[in-house]
């Protein structure tokens, strides 16, 4: 039984890749975009075989705007994050800025 429970809580925090509805939640705070920041960043590395690290970020809401502004390390590098939607718009209108030009 405790193995179940653990493998529930492994999988929890990784309900967007198997939740057909993910896109769709609506984000109304920062921290609400913080997992997709971070998420999103290390799908762009791990597709080219780029391990990632150290994630820190802060978030920051301006006017009818939520950012979150993020840093990893990828591939031995620190590399800058930034994401950013409209307050009450859907996970799937978020855009990403990843200051690398290994992974434009």
Not at 14 to 36: C, E, F, K, M
Not at 76 to 89: I, L
Request: charged share 25%; with cysteine.
């Amino acid at each position: 039984m405790p193995l179940l429970i653990a493998t529930l809580f492994a999988f929890a925090g990784q309900a967007g890749a198997h939740d057909p509805y993910y896109l769709d939640r609506t984000i109304n705070s920062a921290n609400d975009l913080v997992g997709w920041c971070r998420a999103e960043a290390e799908a762009r590395y791990a597709a080219r075989r780029m391990p990632t690290y150290q994630w820190t970020s802060s978030q920051v809401d301006r006017g009818n705007t939520l950012f979150v502004e993020g840093k990893l390390r990828a591939d031995g590098q620190d590399v800058v994050v930034r994401c950013s939607v409209t307050r009450g718009a859907q996970l799937r209108y978020a855009s990403i800025q990843i200051d690398d030009p290994r992974v434009r």
